[in-house]
């Protein structure tokens, strides 16, 4: 059965404790937990916390872990951006095994102007390849790649792109996110599938309206022909839902949240039965 999770940033104003509660009440078996989840965050990265969490909820079987990416960049023409980014990269891979984490997901980073990336971007990207593999290849956790919405300055944002790097790096698995393939088009998340499928260790799924990404699923029919391509193939980890609050009208509260997760939850049980 494929696990049904959610990124604890939906709960992002919670404690840990209560974000493992409320992910459990809405009847979901996996979190994806992001570094930057602001009661980890900003009270010095407290692991054991997690760890605890996640053992008094085996309704919960499934954890992965997302790196940080807010104020970072590890193909920053600043030196020292890069660096601390690099830094964290390594030190996410390290944490996400002490958290008993599946699947860790990284960014691919950006050129910092807004411009196509050169020869210069893509050596960077080269140098942060390394660090990450050399982190990697130390631990068991798959180290998992997203794409990118397709703008000027990403360096990585098409299943192309995406599959050379793949066969380049062996060791190295793809986490697809939808809303991001679906700023290109409504078949791009097809074409990642179709073309990367075979190295897929996690989906952010969510929906794409007008200019708005990671909006929940809401039955959407493009959702249902998303997740039958994903069981043709065969995928079996985690569906994660990824939802930005910011996208409603107003302030939810913990409630309507889990009201919406509960929603979701069922609509993917159905597609993926």
């Known amino acids: 059965m494929v696990p049904l999770a959610v990124s604890s940033m939906f709960f992002h104003e919670y404690t840990t404790a209560e974000i493992f509660l409320y992910v459990s009440r809405a009847g979901l078996d996996g979190i994806e937990y992001w570094i930057e989840t602001p009661h980890f965050w900003l009270r010095d990265l407290p692991v054991h916390e997690v760890v605890t969490e996640h053992k008094k909820h085996l309704e919960i079987a499934t954890l992965t872990v997302h790196a940080p990416i807010l104020d970072l960049n590890p193909c920053s023409i600043n030196p020292d951006v890069a660096d601390v980014s690099l830094a964290y990269a390594a030190r996410s891979i390290e944490m996400a ?73 062996p060791w190295l698995y793809f986490t697809l996110d939808v809303a991001h393939a679906l700023a290109k088009d409504e078949e791009e998340p097809l074409r990642y599938i179709d073309l990367c499928g075979d190295r897929l260790a996690n989906i952010h799924i969510s929906r794409k309206e007008g200019k708005a990404l990671h909006l929940p699923l809401d039955r959407s029919p493009l959702m249902g022909r998303v997740m039958k391509a994903l069981l043709d193939i065969g995928y079996g980890g985690p569906l994660t839902l990824e939802i930005d609050d910011l996208n409603f009208v107003s302030p939810l509260s913990a409630e309507e949240k889990i009201a919406i997760l509960t929603r979701d939850r069922v609509f993917m049980q159905e597609c993926m039965e």
């Open 97 to 169: 095994g002490q958290m008993g984490a599946r699947v860790l997901t990284l960014h691919p980073g950006r050129r910092t102007a807004k411009r196509p990336p050169g020869e210069a971007d893509f050596a960077r990207f080269s140098r942060y390849i390394a660090v990450v593999r050399e982190t990697a290849l130390k631990d068991t956790i798959k180290v998992s790649m997203e794409n990118m919405e397709p703008k000027v300055n990403s360096l990585l944002c098409s299943p192309e792109r995406m599959r050379k790097l793949l066969d380049d790096e």
